[in-house]
């Protein structure tokens, strides 16, 4: 399966390469699009559980890094203003080994 690394920046000027199992995090942003917190969290939790949920389909097993990705999302977004907004600046691909 197809690693995805989305490159984001928030609100205090973080930045942070998530992990996505699969490419399906495509589907929920938009590079250079900006998000507010708890749009992006949403997307984020919908996104990371399809990919884990594709990874259980193939594997027999969910993908515990994704899960751990969304912890920290989780956490991030608890420190995060009401106003405030993620952007999204790409996207990274590399090919999971067999």
Sequence with gaps: MPETY???VWAD???????????VVEEYFTPGQAYPVADFLARAREALTIGSDR??????FGCGQAMAQLELLEALAVTAGPT???LVR?????????
């Excluded at 990874?55 to 027999?60: E, I, L, M, P, Q």
């Design 90 to 98: 790409g996207f990274a691909h590399t090919e999971a080994p067999a």
């Design 6 to 8: 989305i490159h984001t």
């Design 13 to 23: 000027g973080t930045s942070l390469r998530c992990y996505s199992p699969s490419l």
């Design 55 to 60: 990874v259980r389909a193939k594997y027999g």
């Design 84 to 86: 405030d907004a993620v």
